[in-house]
């Protein structure tokens, strides 16, 4: 079974992600399916909201592709490791990076009941993405040690 989960999660990058075939989504993912992603304002609730920050995300970006790295799987979870490659979308907002290709790394924990998703947790490196949009975070960082 947690091979099966596996290959399930890589069908979900592969498919859903880097190919915007949402008919994935209401195969594997339950009715009741929460997730929980690091630096949203709130948790992303059911199959439906889960296709609108997919596609959300084909608005603000352009030629994102996700690559598996490492993926672990025990019990009811599979973890994976990821890196994703993306464009900002032209014109949305001005930045260093405008036409450039960002690089951003991440992990994803997926929680299956009854062979469906019902669960996940996604930590990316957002302060990459931040320096890429202009924020020079690290410069109005003050460490006193």
């Known amino acids: 079974m947690p091979q099966d989960h596996k290959q399930m999660i890589r069908r979900i990058f592969d498919e859903v992600w880097n190919k915007s075939d949402l008919s994935l989504v209401d195969e594997v993912y339950g ?14 609730e059911g199959p439906e909201q889960f296709k609108q920050f997919v596609a959300l995300h084909g608005v603000l970006t352009s030629d994102l592709s996700f690559d598996v790295e490492d993926q672990i799987a025990e019990g009811d979870r ?4 990821w890196t994703a490659t993306t464009v900002p979308a032209a014109g949305l907002v001005s930045t260093p990076a405008d036409g450039q290709a960002v690089k951003v790394t991440g992990i994803s924990i997926h929680r ?34």
């Open 112 to 145: 299956f009941a009854d062979d469906k998703i019902v669960e996940s947790w996604d930590n990316w490196d957002a302060l990459t993405v931040y320096q890429a949009l202009g924020a020079d975070v690290l410069e109005s960082v003050s460490l006193s040690i």
């Open 78 to 81: 599979v973890a994976t490791r």
């Open 31 to 44: 009715p009741d399916y929460v997730a929980h992603v690091a630096g949203a304002p709130k948790d992303i």
